[in-house]
């Protein structure tokens, strides 16, 4: 069974730092591009950053540069988010996402782990 689990979201007051995780199962992540994506109430569903697996080639999201960083751990198949510097306009649910090499489209997502920073 694929399945992509996140955690290490939270509650941290502005300037603070968080790193989620994402763990992958039931795949293999070489062909794939993860993503974090992140949806605040009201909002539509935001793309943060991504990495290719194979190749490590990152791409951001302009609201993030200078302060998320995206980075995996082969041995263990799972993509961290590193987030620094945060604001309460940070504040949304964060989700972990893959899509193959090939496709435009992310068809794998996680459940989603919220983050909450206080002004």
């Known amino acids: 069974q694929v399945q992509l689990v996140e955690s290490g979201g939270g509650l941290v007051q502005a300037g603070g730092s968080l790193r989620l995780s994402c763990a992958a199962s039931g795949l293999t992540l070489n062909n794939y591009v993860m993503g974090w994506f992140r949806q605040a109430p009201g909002k539509e569903r935001e793309f943060v950053v991504s990495?290719?697996?194979?190749?490590?080639?990152?791409f951001r999201g302009e609201s993030v540069k200078g302060r998320f960083t995206i980075s995996k751990d082969n041995t263990r198949n799972t993509v961290y988010l590193q987030m620094n510097s945060l604001r309460p306009e940070d504040t949304a649910v964060y989700y972990c996402?893959?899509?193959?090499?090939?496709?435009?489209?992310?068809?794998?997502w996680g459940q989603g782990t919220q983050v909450t920073v206080s002004s």
């Open positions: 996402a893959g899509r193959r090499l090939t496709s435009r489209e992310y068809d794998l």
């Open positions: 990495i290719s697996w194979s190749a490590g080639a990152i």
